[in-house]
């Protein structure tokens, strides 16, 4: 692999790292953001600002933007037309914020929730997947993850992949036809002491970890059979997407801290990586 360079600095907590329509999206989840860019021409344009932390990041078939809001709970959807307006609303379903998502094939949306306020250092308690069908409805389909995190659903399979940020491993479901989530399983157990956070796939079915205390960024293989470490001494490693105009660009979000009085710095950064294996 080549050398990291920085490509967007300034920032102050980068997440939802997707690579969509031939380019970056991300939110800066500490300022209510969200962008996109061309890396190419390393420019900004401001997507929408939510009065929220914005995380996941998501496209419905229509084209529709969603946008995880994790204090209010709810998913906010940005129509072709520039309207905003709420696609769904968890408020009902959960206390504690909602984190990242994912959408599957089907225009099925999978989203995971804290499970109780880390923000407000509250004792560990197990964290939901919901389910958000097509129409906007919610639904929980599985209660005992591990502050459930990032979430990819691998090329060419039906299989969710979802990081246990407190549990140092990825764990996997199948999506039935109904949209549930069955045949639970540890996918990989990750070295002690990780924790993962933003996860992306690439064709060959591994998955790139942001291991977000440790300062890493790994590739892992089904198994647990790390093939690629990368190292950003002393910076929370938030999130990671493979893109670039052959698929083999690996953009790493880090950040100085992940609590939101402390990032007002503004050290948020995305570096960039050439790696061997590309995206799907």
């Known amino acids: 692999m080549s050398d990291l360079s920085l490509i967007f600095s300034d920032l102050r907590f980068p997440e939802g790292a ?16 969200v962008f996109r860019s061309d890396p190419a021409g390393r420019t900004l344009e401001e997507v929408v600002v939510v009065d929220d ?22 998913v906010r959807r940005l129509g072709p ?24 094939p089907a225009g099925r949306v999978f989203l995971g929730g804290f499970g109780y306020d880390l923000y407000a250092d509250a004792p560990q308690r197990p964290g939901p997947i919901f389910r958000i069908d097509p129409d906007g409805t919610p ?13 990819v659903v691998l090329p060419g399979t039906s299989t969710l ?10 764990s996997a479901f199948e999506i039935d036809e109904r949209g549930g989530l069955v045949a639970k399983r540890v996918w990989a157990e990750l070295p002690e ?9 690439d064709a060959a079915g591994a ?16 198994g647990g059979r790390i093939t690629k470490v990368i190292d950003v001494d002393g910076r929370c490693a938030t999130d990671c997407v493979l893109g670039g105009p052959d698929g083999r660009t690996l953009f790493l979000l880090t950040s100085n801290s992940w609590m939101p009085d402390e990032t007002t710095v503004r050290e948020g950064r995305i570096q960039a990586v050439q790696v061997e294996v590309p995206a799907p």
């Open 53 to 74: 932390q914005p995380s996941g990041l998501g496209w419905l078939p229509d084209g529709s933007l969603l946008v995880s809001c994790m204090l209010d709970r709810v």
């Open 207 to 222: 998955v790139w970890v942001s291991s977000i205390t440790t300062s890493q960024f790994l590739r892992v293989e089904e």
């Open 18 to 33: 997707r690579w969509h329509g031939g380019q970056l999206w991300f939110s800066d989840m500490h300022t209510g953001q």
């Open 193 to 201: 002491g990780s924790t993962p956070d933003g996860i992306c796939t």
């Open 81 to 104: 037309d520039g309207g905003v307006s709420v696609f769904a609303d968890l408020s009902g379903l959960t206390e504690a914020p909602v984190n990242d998502l994912v959408v599957d």
């Open 161 to 170: 992949v979802v990081a246990e940020t407190w549990g140092a491993r990825l």
């Open 139 to 151: 639904t929980v389909v599985e209660h005992d993850m591990t502050f459930p995190n990032g979430s």
